[in-house]
């Protein structure tokens, strides 16, 4: 029999993220607080549980499928080896809305969305731990995109913990024309830089649901690699000057996200950036 299953795959921002010494294992420590906004991809897998090939396809329509390097395809084949499924035949299919290499989670998102679906359609009934252990084999920030909404992240990125929902607001999300940022190189550069944000701070707003103290909180280390004449920092000054609570760019970049209290400050927002950058006007997910 074959079945179908469709899931959306949501992209997070980083509201705060600290990052670490290196560890032994070539992995920094992170300390982050993640959030998961209603910018998806959409992924369908086709499942033939009945074959006994070992076959995993992985398909889109807007980009080049790299098939064994390819991060969903990574992500089944971790899903039946943690599980020791022998035979399987699977179709992944893929439409991709997430800028990639933008910090905004859109490869981890669409691993973790496969994971979470393979173990409804095989009926493995994963707990957190052992979801959390798969997505690690995968990449750092498959287990936040496993779990989603709004989480502390630490370790090298297994350690996800659900803490309250922030309050509702609007995040725009700016994708700078032409620019963008590999996470490898920006981890190499991050040793050099001795600068820090608080984590209590940004829990605290987040435990007050105080939108204010929230984006008075945000912090991310990698902004600190930036020139202040880049694009990315260029839409964040724009977005600051025509009425963001805050603005920051997410992950290593090169996305940059602004947190509005109300709908009218969001769309002023995102036409400050619309002539330089990709623009998004997203809510908030919480699971």
Do not use: W
């Not at 998961?36 to 992985?58: A, R």
């Not at 969903?72 to 439409?95: G, P, S």
């Not at 630490?154 to 929902?165: A, F, W």
């Not at 805050?246 to 947190?259: K, N």
């Amino acid at each position: 029999m074959v079945k179908h299953i469709t899931e959306k795959a949501y992209a997070k921002i980083n509201l705060f993220l600290d990052v670490g010494e290196k560890r032994p294992d070539g992995y920094h420590n992170v300390i982050s607080v993640m959030q998961s906004i209603d910018l998806y991809d959409v992924i369908e897998i086709e499942c033939d549980k009945e074959s006994n090939d070992k076959v995993i396809k992985v398909c889109c329509e807007k980009s080049d499928i790299d098939g064994e390097n390819n991060v969903m395809y990574k992500a089944a084949k971790a899903f039946f080896d943690y599980n020791r499924i022998d035979n399987y035949n699977i179709k992944i299919e893929l439409t991709k809305n997430i800028p990639m290499q933008a910090g905004l989670g859109g490869g981890s998102a669409d691993a973790g969305c496969v994971i979470r679906v393979l173990d409804s359609l095989y009926s493995t009934r994963l707990n957190d731990s052992q979801f959390h252990e798969i997505g690690m084999k995968v990449g750092s920030d498959v287990p936040f995109c496993i779990t989603g909404g709004t989480c502390t992240v630490l370790g090298k990125g297994e350690l996800v913990t659900r803490i309250d929902n922030i309050p509702d607001c609007y995040v725009v999300v700016a994708m700078p024309n032409g620019s963008k940022m590999s996470t490898a190189e920006a981890y190499k550069k991050i040793d050099e830089l001795d600068v820090s944000g608080s984590f209590e701070n940004m829990t605290n707003a987040i435990s007050k649901h105080d939108i204010d103290m929230i984006a008075n909180g945000v912090f991310n280390k990698f902004e600190y690699l930036m020139e202040s004449d880049s694009p990315s920092m260029i839409v964040r000054k724009k977005m600051k000057e025509n009425g963001a609570n805050t603005s920051m760019m997410s992950g290593s970049g090169t996305a940059v996200f602004a947190i509005c209290d109300d709908e009218e400050k969001a769309k002023r927002v995102a036409k400050s950036v619309e002539n330089i950058s990709k623009v998004f006007v997203c809510k908030p997910i919480n699971f």
